[in-house]
């Protein structure tokens, strides 16, 4: 089954750029999506289809996808960005399967 | 306004059944594209994707625990429901439901989430 990899963690100073990645075979073939959860929270959708933001969405918030590599960019991080984030994967072929996580830490 | 709620016990058993009801409003489960999925997340642990059923009744079942798992939905009544059979204290997790959009991929809402626990 397809297998995407995330870094456990990312720390960034506020203010700073975050940028999270999602690794998979070919993820670049595919639509991926990025959701943020907070703690005690269900997930939200925050970037949809590698780069697009749902409404409400801050335009900080941006993403990209290409060859082996999807990346969540949170710029100018603020101390509210804190949460874990998911990248979630779909095409005509799979299941729609969830990364691992990653928890941004605002230093 | 679309919104989806879980409902179900909070403690089951070891081995026992878990039945988990999703009952949402702000969509029909009949139009095309439109599926409600469970997802569950134990504590501390990432999210992991459990089943699927789509407008046209087509159901998907994550690999590792597709004998467990069957969902089915009420579209008169605005539900789906998902069982899980033989519940192990690792099961204990956050159930969500969640609305997905077949055509773009992605699950754009969420209910709240309903903990189960088993233990006995």
């Known amino acids: 089954s397809y297998v995407l990899t995330q870094p456990p963690s990312v720390s960034v100073a506020p203010g700073q750029t975050a940028r999270i990645t999602c690794g998979g075979n070919n993820i670049g073939s595919k639509s991926v999506h990025w959701y943020q959860q907070k703690p005690g929270q269900a997930p939200v959708l925050v970037v949809y289809d590698d780069s697009d933001r749902p409404s409400g969405i801050p335009e900080r918030f941006s993403g990209s996808n290409s060859g082996n590599t999807a990346t969540l960019t949170i710029s100018r991080v603020e101390a509210g960005d804190e949460a874990d984030y998911y990248c979630?994967?779909?095409?005509?072929?799979?299941?729609?399967?969830f990364g691992g996580g990653t928890k941004l830490t605002v230093l | 306004q679309i919104t989806l709620k879980e409902s179900g016990p909070t403690l089951v058993k070891p081995t026992q059944t878990l039945t988990l009801t999703c009952t949402f409003s702000g969509f029909s489960l009949s139009t095309s594209g439109v599926g409600v999925g469970w997802i569950r997340q134990p504590p501390g642990k990432a999210l992991e994707w459990l089943a699927l059923i789509y407008w046209d009744d087509d159901k998907r079942y994550s690999p590792s625990l597709k004998s467990r798992l069957t969902i089915t939905k009420d579209t008169s009544k605005n539900q789906v429901v998902l069982t899980m059979t033989n519940m192990d204290p690792v099961d204990t997790a956050t159930y969500y439901c969640?609305?997905?959009?077949?055509?773009?991929?992605?699950?754009?809402?969420w209910g709240q989430g309903t903990l189960v626990t088993v233990s006995s």
């Open positions: 979630q994967v779909w095409d005509s072929s799979s299941d729609p399967l």
């Open positions: 969640t609305y997905y959009d077949f055509w773009s991929g992605y699950y754009g809402y």
